[in-house]
C-alpha cells in the first residue's frame, strides 16, 4: 500500500463514476464520484505486469524451455525474455496494433 500511496495525488482525477444503489425501501439511487488520483492510477495500471508476464511466458517460455538452476543463466533468461515482449509491444504500436502473436512472422529489412 505505501508504493501505491507514494504515486499520485488525492485530488479527484479521470471521469465521473456513475454507480447505482439500492435503499433499504428498494428505491434506486445512483452516486457520481471522481477517484482520487492515486486510486485512479490503481485501477488504470494495475494490470499492467500482469499482461506483461503472459506474453512472456506465451510463446517461447524460455523459463520452461531452457531449464537451468545457475542464477547468471536465469537472469539472462528473465532480461531476454522482458526484452522479447517489450520489442513485440513496440512493433505492435508502430504497426497500428497488429498483433504479432497470430501466427503470421514479419520481419523487417
Known amino acids: 500500500m505505501s508504493l501505491m500511496t507514494t504515486c499520485g495525488t488525492v485530488t479527484r482525477a479521470g471521469e465521473d463514476q456513475r454507480r447505482n ?16 488520483g492515486v486510486i485512479l492510477n490503481h485501477f488504470t495500471y494495475r494490470d499492467a505486469v500482469d499482461t506483461h508476464n503472459s506474453y512472456r511466458m506465451f510463446l517461447v517460455a524460455l523459463e520452461k524451455t531452457w531449464k537451468t538452476h545457475r542464477w547468471p543463466n536465469r537472469v539472462f533468461q528473465f532480461l531476454l525474455a522482458v526484452t522479447e515482449v517489450n520489442v513485440k509491444l513496440v512493433l505492435e504500436r508502430i504497426f ?7 501466427g503470421k512472422t514479419l520481419f523487417l529489412h
Do not use: E
Open 96 to 102: 497500428g496494433g497488429q498483433s504479432l502473436l497470430s
Open 21 to 36: 444503489f439500492h435503499d433499504s425501501n428498494a428505491v434506486k439511487h445512483q452516486k457520481t464520484l471522481r477517484y482520487p
